[in-house]
């Protein structure tokens, strides 16, 4: 196998796991990014403070040998932590005994896969932005932020990992005939909020975290929901997702006085663990929700979209990095299998990943609707228990379909998506049996699951 | 009311009806254009070169007073007159006793639509490419293709009906937050091709169209077809609707020897009179076919897309130019209503329109299975028969699908969608009754259908 010139374009969480892989196998890898090194000065790169990360994701750091090292820095959320209008709180786990998912800083893992990328032979190039992409070419035009200077890579190959609003998607959408594309934006915005340590006492001298550490916290309130995951440093990051239009919404809370009226009213749990409110609220931005999805994700054997670029989701499933880290070992599955023939590992990749994204986008879309409003309903609270009950009984029956989603790389998410579908329309029929309230872990109701599984 | 400075992006149909609507209303109009000017030089717009007017369209033009002008230069197609693989024919027509559609040019209207503008006081720039768009700023930039002057034009309110591949709907992709955007491509392609008039003779000096003139025609083959149209220098312009890839496709039938033996074999009464099928096969592009929807259209009261830009959709509803056209009709009736308070208008115009070009857009997709397939299906057959006698005993009952898109302005698209989903579903139930075909004109199936419009 020949040792070839290739380009990355953008060093976020994709695009430097990628690089990692790919000079692993012997290639010569330059990445470039539009923001300057994120480890010399921390800046926001105006996406989330914290991620979850899940099997798919693990499986992506497994690969390149820095699993356990994350692992250190990640705290395990092993369920949701439900916070209702009236102050209790209910617990629902994610999982098995032993499962969980982490709560791991974006920047912070961003950093250490740039290192080991180092380590490993790549170039970083920084405040490196794509002006323009010449397909046929193959080249890739930047221009420096600071410098203004103009350079032109050349690659054999190259990968676009410039995220949601990637540059190397435009130019393929702009100058190729029958590019399939579509972004869609959701009707509600996302902010983000702290909660910091309870401050340090006598008693406690390093601080403490303020809510369960182990745990996703959910305020679910139909159409919007407040949730927290926590830091290393013993903070929370909290998002609020809120309309960005109507009653309430992001609009409508313009004052102070308002807002703060509005959330004593609403969270009132939440508020009290909250000093800065007001500060983060009205400094912070209400970012949007988007999904992208489109086809193709190459340009010959010159260019393949990766990652958000190719397919970027809402967060509500906890998938995109997840999906984006899935992306890179199964690419690398594929250069074993192809021998880096690129043009037949490009073709092989977009057909076998673009039904699994697809499926993770719509599921995550979906999963907002669970989050805000289904997880506090008791019909949907008594599934849980009924679905939970069964597949410990029949683990190789019934892999709820979060498990399936986040414990089983193994299993494509489009498969997930249809066998969900399918597990819903029967749980349907179970809640809709008489007396489910009192004998759902009777006899009767598992035979009954059973007779639909056939 | 205040004459204002408008400009618009964009000296195509619907650019060009639209400068004389709101010339007519006392501003200031300016049209910038990216090509030449077709009245000097008529050189292909990279389109189709005729065209097929029905009623909504005809109401835009009477709106400007030209209807009358352009009926004389138009051919009225009556119907679909429908060619079987074996040399047999079917007339189906489009409604009732002196409905049609009419064949146009597409350049030849454009033209006429050029000078009536000139005329009514608006300003046509041609060489003009917009290189940009400044949204805040309401001013659009263009390089001359010629002189490669840099200009900028700057206006009140600046209109995008610049097609299907729109510049200034670009700039609000690239440049708004929460724009949804979808362009998606059918797996096929359409090329267009020649059946020249019959050579004068003795007999019949000035030569003769070579198929019915007033009929659309249609060589319907399960998964493609090809369609003509008459034009008023009694040729025909067809058009092949066929995959890309497959067998058969554009890509399969690469030679010409391939591609004689298909035709022949495929469109035997359409070859013979074909004289130039090899020429304008080979040296005719394979277009593509794209549906874009988008929201929102307007920026501010700055910007505003319509026509193809705001909605572009696929021909085989004949609506494309129309429902551009029916755009400047309810734009000029929302300036009326609204006092040319264009922050007013522009809102009032995308909410009003979006669900209309969504359900034509769906629409014209659908009707494509229709034309390639469902023609030469006898159940089809039947079912249109018993729905035109239906509807001819109870016109306020029953229109049908294709004379409410076609013949009835006053119904906005989406009602039209509705009702023929309704229409459909009856209709399926009328054709599974014992005996239809026997019995299909019998007072029982009137009774039949009177019970489900209930």
Not at 245 to 264: A, I, R, V, Y
Not at 417 to 443: H, T, V
Request: net charge neutral; with cysteine.
């Amino acid at each position: 196998m020949q040792s070839k010139n290739l380009n990355i374009i953008g060093a976020g969480l994709v695009g430097s796991l990628l690089s990692i892989y790919l000079a692993k196998r012997g290639h010569k890898v330059n990445v470039f990014e539009r923001r300057p090194d994120i480890r010399k000065n921390r800046i926001s790169a105006g996406k989330s403070i914290n991620l979850a990360l899940s099997d798919r994701g693990w499986k992506g750091l497994e690969g390149v040998g820095i699993a356990d090292e994350i692992k250190k820095v990640g705290i395990p959320m092993k369920g949701r932590l439900i916070h209702t209008q009236d102050g209790k709180t209910n617990f629902q786990a994610y999982g098995k005994d032993g499962q969980a998912i982490y709560s791991v800083s974006r920047g912070g893992l961003n950093c250490v896969l740039m290192d080991l990328a180092e380590k490993s032979g790549v170039t970083f190039h920084f405040n490196e932005k794509c002006t323009g992409i010449d397909l046929a070419a193959g080249s890739s035009h930047f221009e420096n932020t600071e410098t203004k200077k103009q350079t032109t890579g050349q690659a054999d190959h190259t990968f676009g990992t410039d995220g949601a609003f990637s540059a190397v998607r435009l130019q393929i959408q702009l100058s190729t005939d029958r590019f399939d594309y579509k972004q869609s934006y959701l009707e509600y915005g996302y902010k983000e909020l702290r909660i910091p340590p309870v401050p340090r006492t006598l008693q406690n001298p390093s601080g403490e975290f303020a809510l369960e550490q182990h745990a996703l916290h959910i305020w679910p309130r139909g159409n919007f929901m407040l949730i927290a995951l926590p830091n290393m440093d013993k903070s929370f990051t909290c998002t609020l997702f809120f309309p960005f239009e109507g009653k309430p919404s992001f609009t409508e809370l313009n004052t102070e006085e308002k807002m703060l009226h509005f959330f004593e009213a609403t969270f009132p749990d939440a508020v009290r663990l909250m000093p800065t409110l007001a500060k983060d609220y009205f400094s912070n931005p209400s970012s949007s929700l988007v999904t992208v999805k489109c086809f193709p994700w190459s340009y010959q054997d010159k260019f393949l979209l990766m990652g958000d670029a190719a397919h970027a989701i809402v967060p509500f499933y906890g998938q995109g990095m997840n999906c984006g880290f899935e992306d890179c070992v199964v690419l690398n599955q594929l250069m074993d299998k192809h021998s880096d023939d690129m043009k037949s590992v490009f073709a092989a990749f977009e057909t076998t990943r673009k039904p699994n994204s697809d499926a993770i986008a719509d599921l995550a879309v979906a999963n907002f609707v669970e989050m805000r409003d289904r997880v506090s309903d008791p019909k949907f609270i008594l599934q849980k228990k009924i679905e939970t009950l069964f597949s410990q009984k029949y683990p190789d029956k019934w892999i709820p379909l979060y498990s399936m989603v986040t414990y089983s790389p193994h299993i494509p998410y489009s498969i997930a998506l249809k066998e969900g579908e399918k597990q819903e329309a029967i749980m349907q029929k179970i809640l809709a049996l008489p007396g489910i309230e009192r004998n759902w872990d009777s006899a009767e109701v598992e035979a009954e699951i059973l007779k639909y599984l056939k």
